[in-house]
């Protein structure tokens, strides 16, 4: 079980930045798939970015490689810092459809290229979730 703690949160204004921030229980064995995700009220969950490490046979030409939904490409930056078992989520240039309530998710074993996991935001596509932060952008 890998245990998963997001925060970071807050209101802000168009055009604001916030830094998410998930920190995450170790772990040792497998690959990782680290996805952002997103969801607003009465709307479904959103893939938002994703961070894919390879690990023994599981690594691939990915390796390493990062993924971002079409509507946060140029303004949201995904990154791991292993030391401190933390992954980040920098979000500049907010808009108000950014708002919802941010989650991070991991998956060690993968069934499926991390990118099309993310995409899919799938709940049990990820073992482990956190409990989420909220993210409001509102004039």
């Known amino acids: 079980q890998v245990q998963l703690v997001e925060s970071g949160g807050g209101s802000v204004q168009p055009g604001g930045s916030l830094r998410l921030s998930c920190l995450h229980s170790?772990?040792?064995?497998?690959?990782?798939?680290m996805g952002w995700f997103r969801q607003a009220p009465g709307k479904e969950r959103e893939g938002v970015a994703g961070?894919?490490?390879?690990?023994?046979?599981?690594?691939?030409?990915?390796?390493?490689?990062?993924y971002y939904a079409d509507s946060v490409k140029g303004r949201f930056t995904i990154s791991q810092d292993s030391a401190a078992n933390t992954v980040y989520l920098q979000m500049a240039n907010l808009k108000p459809e950014d708002s919802g309530m941010y989650y991070c998710?991991?998956?060690?074993?993968?069934?499926?290229?991390?990118?099309?996991?993310?995409?899919?935001?799938?709940?049990?596509?990820?073992?482990?979730w956190g409990q989420g932060t909220q993210v409001t952008v509102s004039s």
């Open positions: 961070f894919y490490v390879g690990g023994g046979s599981s690594a691939h030409v990915t390796d390493g490689r990062t």
């Open positions: 998710a991991v998956e060690i074993n993968l069934v499926a290229g991390c990118d099309t996991l993310v995409m899919r935001a799938e709940k049990d596509d990820f073992r482990s």
């Open positions: 170790k772990y040792k064995f497998g690959s990782n798939c």
